[in-house]
Structures are given as C-alpha cells and as structure tokens.
C-alpha cells in the first residue's frame, strides 16, 4: 500500500487510502460519504475505512467534569494519521478542535448539509406547542439557552450519546422532546423524527454545524490532491468565519456560544451569540464583511461579542475542556 511520501520514480496515483474514522453512525455515514465521492471521482481508488472507538465514545455516559482533555474524539484519529495507520480522518466540523498537532491540518471542508436544529418529539410539533414545564432534553448549553431564552418554562434535561442513543432516550418517555443537529438526522434517514426545523433566529447553530471535514498531513500532496475536489469554498468561508470567532472568544470549550455564517453575495454575513446557559443575559453580533475577509469577520465578531461583556460570562462558566463534540 502506497502512502504518505510519494515514490519519485513512479508519478502513478496511490491505490489505496486509507480513512480514519468513529464507529458512530454518523461518523460512519461521514466516512463512507467521502469514500463514495473519491471512488467516483479516482476509478482505481480503493477507500478502505479505519474504524477506531474513540476515549470520547468509551466515556459517553460519563459526566463531562471527569472526561477531560480536547476532543476526545478527534485525538485518536490523529494519532491513526501520525502512525500512519490511516491518511485522511473525517470529522464532522462542529467537533474540530482549534488547533492541530503539528504535521497536521483541515485540508478540506465539504458542502454543508442543513445547518439547523431540529425539535424532536413524539407528541408535540413545535417548541410553541410544548406544555408548561415540559421536560426538554440537550446537553448543549447552546442550545439550552436559547431554548430558555424562548420559553423560559421548560425544564431543561442532561442528555447525551450518539444520535441514536438520543432517539431512544426520547422514545423511552425520558423526555416531551429533543433538539438534534438536523443534519445527523438527515444523513441517517431520521428526516421524517424532525417535527420542526428550529430557524436560525430561534436557535443560533454552534460552529461548523453541518459541514464534514477531512483532516490529513499537510505535506501529504498527493493525499491532498486526491482530496481537494471534495472542497467546497463557499462552505469553507462560513465555517472559518465561525472557527475564527469561537478561536478568538477561546470558545473551543463547553460554553454557549453560537456561531453561524452565510454567503450573501460577495459578502459573507456573520452571526455570533454567547449567553448564560440560564438564558439571563444574552449578547449578540452580526457581522458582515467582504466573503474574502471571513476571517475578520470571525475576529470582529468575538471583538464585538468581548466588548459587550462575553469575557465575563465564559469566565463565570464551570471550567471544563470539553469540546462541542461531547456535548452537542
Ligand atoms: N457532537 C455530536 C454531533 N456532531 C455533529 C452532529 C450533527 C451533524 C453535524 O453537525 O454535522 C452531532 C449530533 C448533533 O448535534 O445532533
């Protein structure tokens, strides 16, 4: 099997790559999305999956305060790139960390699936129609607070584990309702749960919502090559606009921070929110700088969210190192 460094003295593509990947449904359905889109466009390309349980996934029932340490879920696939035991990991943005290990790098960002969130329920069919004091199940302080913002009634529940862990905790009475990512729901054929799709006014997406995202060594040209197709630039515009504001707040971490971006045009249009995870204060920006500038767009936003007090509200949070990945 051919990877890594190029043979010199052969200019012929490798036939085998290798992906890392979670065992979850949903990393797999990622994993296999990609291998399906290389194969077509590379015949001769064999995709092999590498399928590794992350620390994270050993740990998902335990409480947060005792995991520790930056994307769990992450970590172990870099360490399948470093060793060589993989050369392209697939991650779904949302759980990207903000910095890679050296050698290391985000190569590609994939077209964005929708970026919502989506109200699941077995009774009612909206966030409106719940009843007072209705039980409504997230571990997303995101999420949580603005759910609290909107119908400050509810009574917010731990929930954690895969997307269909989070099915079945619903379905066994535990809750009147869940919020998913609708894009985990679509991609594994759970459209029709989705009772109502969360506006973006309503509920903010946390960064990177939506968007898969291929990891490889950054000097691995032919690895890259055979990749960059897969880039989809507007995608990679808004997701590194919302990166760069939750890099700038120090935002990696388990906070409510909401950040969404969008293509308008030649302009790319930002949205930025953190809150109290009890929805008493909650602070807002937009944004909207040339679509080149996204990156700036990103640092204002975190500039503009800081000066309304946001420093403050991180700060008073509960310290954990716990990325998006354990609790959205
Ligand atoms: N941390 C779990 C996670 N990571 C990505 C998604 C959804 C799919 C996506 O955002 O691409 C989910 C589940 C969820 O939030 O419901």
């Known amino acids: 099997m051919m990877t890594g460094k190029a043979d010199s003295t052969t200019q012929q593509a490798p036939r085998t790559l290798r992906i890392a990947t979670r065992k979850s449904a949903l990393a ?28 994270g996934d050993k740990l998902l029932d335990a409480p947060l305060a005792k995991i520790g340490g930056k ?10 790139l470093l060793e060589d035991r993989a050369d392209i990991a697939v991650h779904s943005m949302k759980d990207v960390p903000m910095s890679f290990p050296e050698g290391l790098g985000l190569e590609v960002i994939c077209e964005r699936e929708d970026p919502r969130d989506a109200f699941v329920s077995n009774t009612y069919a909206s966030l409106d129609e719940l009843p007072q004091g209705a039980v409504v199940g997230t571990s997303s302080l995101r999420r949580q607070c603005q759910i609290l913002e909107h119908r400050p009634d509810l009574t917010i529940n731990f929930l954690r584990g895969n997307v269909n862990t989070r099915l079945a905790k619903l379905d066994d009475g535990q809750y009147d309702a869940i919020i998913l990512a609708a894009a985990g729901l679509i991609r594994l054929e759970f459209q029709d749960r989705i009772r109502q799709f969360l506006e973006t006014d309503v509920s903010l997406p946390a960064g990177g919502q939506g968007a898969v995202g291929i990891e490889c060594c950054t000097g691995d040209e032919e690895i890259i090559n055979l990749i960059k197709p897969l880039h989809h630039e507007q995608t990679a515009k808004c997701v590194l606009a919302e990166r760069a504001m939750n890099r700038t707040l120090n935002g990696g971490c388990q906070v409510p921070i909401a950040s969404f971006a969008e293509l308008e045009g030649e302009q790319v249009h930002l949205r930025g929110l953190v809150g109290q995870p009890d929805a008493s204060s909650i602070l807002r920006t937009v944004q909207t700088f040339p679509a080149e500038q996204y990156e700036q767009a990103g640092i204002q936003a975190a500039e503009h969210l800081l000066e309304q007090g946001a420093g403050e509200i991180l700060a008073a949070l509960p310290h954990s190192t716990a990325t998006n990945a354990d609790t959205e």
């Open 71 to 80: 994307g769990l879920f992450v970590k172990e696939l870099e360490h399948a």
């Open 28 to 55: 797999l359905w990622q994993a296999e999305y990609v291998k399906g889109k290389l194969e077509e466009l590379h015949p001769g390309l064999t995709v092999e999956l590498v399928t590794m349980v992350s620390r």
